[in-house]
T-cell receptor, first 115, second 112 residues
Framework: AQKITQTQPGMFVQEKEAVTLDCTYD???????LFWYKQPSSGEMIFLIY????DEQNATEGRYSLNFQKARKSANLVISASQLGDSAMYFC????????????WGLGTSLAVNP | NAGVTQTPKFQVLKTGQSMTLQCAQD?????MYWYRQDPGMGLRLIYY???????DKGEVPNGYNVSRLNKREFSLRLESAAPSQTSVYFC???????????FGPGTRLTVL
């Protein structure tokens, strides 16, 4: 069965520190993609970063990086130098089977950045 | 360039009423999606459309219908609303060239 698991319902981090949000996935497909989205309290879904299963290097986008460990089936999001505006829900999602019509979503992690 | 737009932003219905949620994108994307988001349930796919003229069921299609009116527009219809359909509804679109989906601002629907 294809599944995304986010085991941290809530996380706290001090401003300017780094934080890692966990995501593990389950799929038997060889070709798949992993996504992270941010949902602030205003409600919109904002795309952050993407990692393809065949990408050899970890994806990075500014302060966001994806720690992709294929053998462990994990795709953790690392936010460096946290800012107050990073307080939000973060969702991990997977596109499996080479068919990126559908995404499978985790339940999310709520991140609070403390000043 | 407005991206993905959804109307209305908020709606309250009585059980049994019908309504259509509208979604439009101006990015020339081929694929469009409807999701619902419920507390503790994450996002669940209702229907999607890989291209103009095609639609397919997602995880939770019961009680909904969709229309891909043209490449820009993808509407979601509730024929007879039920309290279980109280949710936040998101429309999204995706280009064939890129992996990520772009989301609209959402519609918060309450069914009494």
């Amino acid at each position: 069965a294809q599944k995304i698991t986010q085991t941290q319902p809530g996380m706290f981090v001090q401003e300017k520190e780094a934080v890692t949000l966990d995501c593990t996935y389950d799929t038997s497909d060889q070709s798949y993609g992993l996504f992270w989205y941010k949902q602030p309290s205003s409600g919109e879904m904002i795309f952050l970063i993407y990692q393809g299963s065949y990408d050899e290097q970890n994806a990075t986008e500014g302060r966001y990086s994806l720690n992709f460990q294929k053998a462990r089936k994990s795709a953790n999001l690392v936010i460096s130098a946290s800012q107050l505006g990073d307080s939000a829900m973060y969702f991990c999602a997977m596109r499996a089977g080479g068919n990126n019509r559908k995404l499978i979503w985790g339940l999310g992690t709520s991140l609070a950045v403390n000043p | 360039n407005a991206g993905v737009t959804q109307t209305p932003k908020f709606q309250v219905l009585k059980t049994g009423q019908s309504m259509t949620l509208q979604c439009a994108q101006d990015m020339n994307h081929n694929s469009m999606y409807w999701y619902r988001q419920d507390p503790g349930m994450g996002l669940r796919l209702i229907y999607y459309s890989a291209s103009e003229g095609t639609t397919d069921k997602g995880e939770v299609p019961n009680g909904y219908n969709v229309s891909r009116l043209n490449k820009r527009e993808f509407s979601l219809r509730l024929e007879s609303a039920a309290p279980s359909q109280t949710s936040v509804y998101f429309c999204a679109s995706r280009s064939s060239s890129y992996n990520e989906q772009f989301f609209g601002p959402g519609t918060r629907l309450t069914v009494l």
